[in-house]
């Protein structure tokens, strides 16, 4: 599975970005899927993740209500719809992807064999 994500930019605070993350080669169907955010120095955050049939989907705190992903099959691609941004959001945002995902473990990028490069996404304020 080859994995590319895209839809970063420079915004504003407060306003709204949609990232995608696509797969090439093979379909996405079967595959849980993470979206995972990093700064300079900094580990890899969590930022989100829906499940291998697309029926979970799980957030953290700092993105609850704000983000969503979703999954299009037909597309073969997976997006993070992220609204209201903060300064703090800015990161590179990257999207993984794994068939064998264990759901309790969906936060840790130990649990993501397929990664995608990463698309930065700057919040001005």
């Known amino acids: 599975v080859q994995l590319q994500a895209s839809g970063g930019g420079l915004v504003q605070t407060g306003d709204s970005l949609r990232l995608s993350c696509t797969s090439s080669?093979?379909?996405?169907?079967?595959?849980?899927v993470g979206w995972f955010r990093q700064t300079p120095g900094n580990e890899r955050e969590f930022v989100a993740a829906?499940?291998?049939?697309?029926?979970?989907?799980s957030y953290a705190d700092s993105v609850k209500g704000r983000f969503t992903i979703s999954r299009d099959n037909a597309q073969n691609t997976v997006y993070l719809e992220m609204n209201s941004l903060k300064p703090e959001d800015t990161a590179t945002y990257s999207c993984?992807?794994?068939?064998?995902?264990?759901?309790?473990?969906?936060?840790?990028?130990?649990?993501?064999?397929?990664w995608g490069q990463g698309t930065q996404v700057t919040v001005s304020s």
């Open positions: 829906l499940s291998r049939t697309g029926g979970g989907t």
């Open positions: 993984a992807a794994d068939k064998q995902i264990i759901w309790s473990s969906r936060a840790s990028p130990r649990m993501y064999a397929y």
């Open positions: 080669g093979r379909t996405f169907r079967g595959y849980g």
